[in-house]
């Protein structure tokens, strides 16, 4: 009796950059998604659709995502990453909190001043009327997220006596309201270009300087 030869299971394929195909698979759904939400909403936007566009199978979209809601959520999240929000708050903690807020406040108004950002916005409000699970979806998985991790890092401070926060929702509340102010109210009306870069650091550096003194930096 001749023997079975033993086969090697195959390692997963992968691009010349060295991302598993899975991997790649998984940019091009959220990718075509993104693309089909902007432009169409979220009630709107079929998965045969995401499909049809990402060049994969609805079975694939699935051993990805477990359902819609948690693709939209994915590319919430993303959004945020990509402007680094929430991720790394607590690896500011060492900074001085003026300086770490600046790079906060920076990076959240670079986020939502975007263009992707402000049409979502604007497709999430429009729809909201007849659509509310979209508006919560968005809620979720991107300002609840960052005022988690805002709270997070103003409990630290508290503890090394960094600053005085009596009410944690409504100090993370009112530094992002500040943050976002008139410029993006603005831009969301298109009553009015986005800021250029300089007058946007201005924007953020007034923004944190009021929001200490009313929380007492020591």
Same mark, same amino acid.
């Given at each position: 009796? @001749? #023997?079975?030869?033993? !086969?090697?299971?195959?390692?997963?394929?992968?691009?010349?950059?060295?991302?598993?195909k899975s991997a790649e698979k998984r940019v091009a759904i959220m990718d075509a998604a993104e693309l089909h939400f902007?432009?169409?909403?979220?009630?709107? @936007? #079929?998965?045969?659709? !995401?499909?049809?566009?990402?060049?994969v199978s609805k079975l694939t979209i699935y051993s990805h995502f477990a359902d819609k809601d948690a693709l939209f959520k994915a590319i919430i999240e993303r959004k945020c990453e990509q402007h680094s929000i929430f991720q790394s708050y607590l690896e500011l903690a060492a900074l001085p909190p003026r300086e770490a807020l600046e790079q906060i406040g920076f990076n959240f108004m670079s986020l939502i001043l975007s263009d992707a950002?402000?049409?979502?916005?604007?497709?999430?409000?429009?729809?909201?009327?007849?659509?509310?699970?979209?508006?919560l979806l968005f809620y979720e998985a991107g300002p609840m997220r960052v005022k988690r991790a805002f709270r997070e890092l103003l409990e630290v401070w508290v503890k090394q006596k960094k600053l005085k926060v009596s009410d944690y929702e409504?100090?993370?509340?009112?530094?992002?309201?500040?943050m976002k102010g008139e410029p993006h109210m603005k831009v969301l009306?298109?009553?009015?270009?986005?800021?250029?870069?300089?007058?946007?650091?201005?924007?953020?550096?007034?923004?944190?300087?009021?929001?200490?003194?009313?929380?007492?930096?020591?």
């Open positions: 009796m @001749t #023997s079975k030869k033993l !086969v090697k299971p195959k390692s997963p394929s992968r691009n010349p950059e060295g991302r598993p902007l432009e169409s909403g979220y009630e709107r @936007t #079929s998965l045969d659709t !995401v499909a049809k566009t990402a060049l950002a402000i049409k979502l916005h604007r497709t999430i409000e429009a729809e909201s009327p007849r659509d509310p699970k979209s508006a409504i100090a993370c509340e009112q530094f992002f309201s500040v009306l298109n009553v009015a270009q986005k800021p250029t870069l300089a007058a946007l650091k201005k924007h953020v550096k007034a923004g944190v300087l009021l929001f200490l003194n009313s929380y007492g930096c020591a």
